[in-house]
C-alpha cells in the first residue's frame, strides 16, 4: 500500500492499510482533478443516477425506493456499517450479482444505500436527477470512488436538509461548516464501505477537506495549512490489484523483517518531515523548499520500490521526467496506475510540455494539476468552467 | 561508501570508511579478476618494477635504495603506518611531486615503502625485476591497489625469507599459511596507506584471504564457507570520487537522519542476511538461494541509489541486465565506476551474451568472472594459462 505510506500522495482518497502497515505516520494530499455532481429536482416519482463517464445510467420509482427504505431501514445510521443483509437487499433490488466489481454495480449500490439511509434518517428525498462527472481517472488508485462517494454524500444530505446550502446570492462557491463536513465525510465513508468493503477512510476524509490529511494508527488529521503544488499526473494505465499489492508487502516484511522493517520507518520519516515542510510553506513560500520535496519523492519512489510495489512502468516515468530535471513518485497503491511529478515554480513552460510529449510517447496520459487542492465545494453554476458546464450539459 | 556496505561486493578490496559508516555489518566478496606478480633475478646491482598496463617502468641501483633505508629505516615495522618524513624522503628520491596522484607515483612511492620496509625488517632484497599485470580496471573502485599492494607484499616478503616458498615440485599453485598469509596482508595494508592515506583495510585483507569477509565497527573476519558464484562485472567508465561520495552520504544522514538513519540499518540486515545466505550456499547449493540473493541485490541497490550514491549509468546497466531478467547492484564506491550482475548457475549463454552486448552497446565494458575467488596464490609458472603467460612475456 504504498499510496497510503508515501509522502505526497497526490490522492484524494487511498484504500484499505493492512494492519502491519498502521503505526507509521503517512500524508495523503488532494488532487485538483475534481469530480463534479449536479442534482437537478425531476418529474414526479423518480430518482435518477447518471455516470456518462461509465457510459452509465439508472433510474428508479421513488414509491418502489421508499418501500425497499421501509424494510431495511431499521439500521441505518452514520455510526454504523451497511450490514450484508442491507446490501443484500440492495444488490436483489437492483439485480446486481453478489460480489459484482463493476464500477457501475459499485456507484449504484452507494448511491442506494446512501440515498436511503440518509433519508430514512433526515427526510425523504425529492425526485431528482442526479449526473456525476469527473477529471479523474476511474480504477487507477486515486481515489474516484471516494470523490463520488463524498460528493453524493454532501447533496444527499444536503437535499433531505441535515445540512445547509452555504452559497449566498452572488457567490461564485461555498463549503460547509467544520461540523456539517464531518456529517458529510460520515456517510461519505460509508459509501466507500459498500464499494470497498473495508477502506482506510483516508480517501473520503482528503475528498471532504482538501488540503492533505495526516494518517497515523487510523488517526486522520488535516494538516493546518497546506500549499497548492502544482503537479504532472500520470497514468501508465498499467492495471493493478491493490490486494495483490498488499499482500505482496506484508510477505516481504514478514520474510525479511530486518530489511523491511527500516524502510518502514523511513518512509514514516519521509511523511513527517514532508509535514514539517509543507507546513512551513505558506508562512516562508520559499523556493528553497522544492528541492526538498524532490529527494523526498526520489527516496520514496526507491523506497516503494523496495516495497514492491514499484512497476517498470514507473521506472519509465521517472526516468522520463529526470531527462527534464523533474522528479516523480508513484501514487495510490503502485504496481502500475499512476505517478505524481513535481513542478516547481521556476520550472518553465516549455519543460513541462516536453516532459508531457514524452510521457504521451511511452502510452501514458498526463494532466496538469495541482495538490493541496480544496475538499467538496458548492458551486454556483455559473461559477464552473465553460468546459465543465459542457459536459454536464451533454446528458 | 556504497561498496562497503553493500552487500556482495564482488570487491577485492574498498576503500575508506567514515566513522559515521562503521557500526553497520558489511561484505566484501573477492573477484576472480587477478593481478599477476613475476619476480625474476636480475643484473646485480638493479631493482626494476614495471607495470605495463599503466605504461609504466623504474629501475633503481640497489646500493641507492640501502642509502635511502639507511636514512630513513628507523621506524620501519609492520606495526606502524609510514610517516609523513618517510614518504616524503621517499618522493624526493623517486622525483614525485607531493600531492600527486597518478597512478604510477602511488604505484612506485608503494613499492619503494614496502621494499625498503621489508628488506630492512628482514634482510635484504636481491637485484630484481618486477613486473605486474592485472585482469582488474584501475580507478574504477574495485581495488586494483589493493591487488597490487597484497601481490607486492607477498613477493618481497618470499624473496626475503620472511616468509616461505609454500610451491611443492610439480604443484601447479600453493598458498600460505594462515601467520604468513597475516603478515602478508599487514604489510599489504602499509602499502594502502602508502597509496590511500586511510584506507578501512577491507580491500587487502580480501586480496590475501579471497572468498569473502565481513566488517563491522573497524573488525574483519572471513567468512567461513564461501561459494563462488558467476557474475558479470559491467564497468560504466563514468568517473567518479570516492572521496566526495562519502561526503555527500555523511551530509544526507546529517540533514535527514530519521530518513537516512534506517536506510542504513537496512542495509546492515541485508549484509547479514547474505552472509547466512552465502554460507548456507556450500553446504546446501539449492537454486533456491538465488532468488533470495537477487532480491537482495535489488533492495540494496535502491538503498544505495537513497544514499545518494548511484549515477543514471547505473540505472541503466540495472535496467538493461533487468531485461534480461538479471539483477545488478552498483560494486565500489558509486557515482558511475562498476555494477556487478549474478549469473545464477540457470542462466543461459545466450542470455549471459545477449546482456553483454546490450550493455557494450551502451557503451560500458563488461567481463564474466566469479566472486568468492582466492585470495592471493603462488602459481608455477607452467600452471598459468596461455593468456596470462603471453601478458608477462611481453615486457
Redesign the interface.
Known amino acids: 500500500m504504498g499510496k497510503v505510506r508515501g509522502a505526497l500522495l497526490g490522492k484524494r482518497c487511498p484504500g484499505p492499510l493492512t494492519p502491519v502497515l498502521r503505526p507509521q505516520v503517512a500524508l495523503a494530499v488532494a488532487l485538483d482533478l475534481r469530480t463534479f455532481l449536479r442534482l437537478r429536482p425531476s418529474a414526479e416519482g423518480r430518482v435518477s443516477v447518471s455516470l456518462p463517464g461509465v457510459g452509465f445510467g439508472r433510474s428508479w420509482d421513488t414509491p418502489d425506493l421508499q418501500a425497499l427504505r421501509g424494510r431495511i431501514a431499521a439500521d441505518f445510521d452514520e455510526s454504523k456499517s451497511p450490514s450484508v443483509e442491507q446490501l443484500d437487499a440492495l444488490r436483489e433490488f437492483a439485480g446486481i450479482a453478489a460480489g459484482a466489481s463493476a464500477p457501475e454495480s459499485l456507484a449504484t449500490l452507494a448511491f442506494l444505500y446512501m440515498c436511503l439511509a440518509i433519508s430514512a434518517k433526515y427526510g425523504d428525498v425529492p425526485s431528482m436527477d442526479i449526473l456525476v462527472c469527473s477529471e479523474l481517472p476511474m480504477g487507477a488508485g486515486l481515489g474516484s470512488s471516494a470523490a463520488y462517494a463524498v460528493c453524493m454524500a454532501a447533496a444527499l444530505l444536503m437535499v433531505c436538509g441535515a445540512i445547509s446550502c452555504p452559497l449566498q446570492e452572488g457567490e461564485p462557491t461555498a463549503r460547509w461548516t467544520e461540523e456539517e463536513l464531518t456529517l458529510i465525510n460520515s456517510w461519505a465513508f460509508r459509501g466507500e464501505q459498500v464499494i470497498h468493503g473495508n477502506p482506510s477512510g483516508v480517501d473520503n476524509a482528503v475528498g471532504t477537506w482538501g488540503g492533505a490529511l495526516r494518517y497515523q494508527a487510523g488517526k486522520i488529521t488535516p494538516l493546518k495549512r497546506v500549499p497548492t503544488l502544482r503537479i504532472l499526473l500520470t497514468n501508465t494505465k498499467v492495471p493493478r490489484s491493490t490486494k495483490v499489492l498488499v499482500a505482496g508487502v506484508k510477505e516481504k516484511i514478514l520474510k ?1 523483517p ?3 522493517n ?2 518502514l ?2 518512509i514514516g ?2 511523511s ?2 514532508c509535514q514539517n515542510v509543507l507546513e512551513a510553506m505558506p508562512e516562508n513560500p520559499s523556493p528553497e523548499h522544492y528541492p526538498v520535496l524532490e529527494e ?1 519523492f ?2 520514496n519512489q ?2 516503494l ?2 516495497l514492491g510495489v514499484g512497476h ?1 512502468s514507473l ?1 519509465r516515468l521517472c ?1 522520463v521526467t ?1 531527462s527534464h530535471s523533474l522528479h516523480s513518485k508513484l501514487t495510490g497503491a503502485g504496481g502500475g496506475g499512476c505517478g505524481i511529478t513535481l513542478l516547481p515554480p521556476d520550472t518553465s513552460p516549455l519543460a513541462v510540455e516536453a516532459a508531457k510529449q514524452d510521457l504521451c510517447a511511452c502510452g501514458f496520459e498526463c494532466w496538469e494539476t495541482k495538490i493541496g487542492a480544496p475538499g467538496v465545494t458548492l458551486h454556483s453554476a455559473s461559477s464552473l468552467s465553460a468546459q465543465v458546464q459542457h459536459a454536464l450539459s451533454r446528458c
Request: glycine fraction near 0%; charge should be negative.
Open positions: 525479511f530486518a530489511i523491511m527500516p524502510v520507518d523511513s520519516a519521509i513527517q518531515e523526498f526520489d527516496i526507491h523506497h520500490n523496495v517498470p521506472d526516468q529526470a
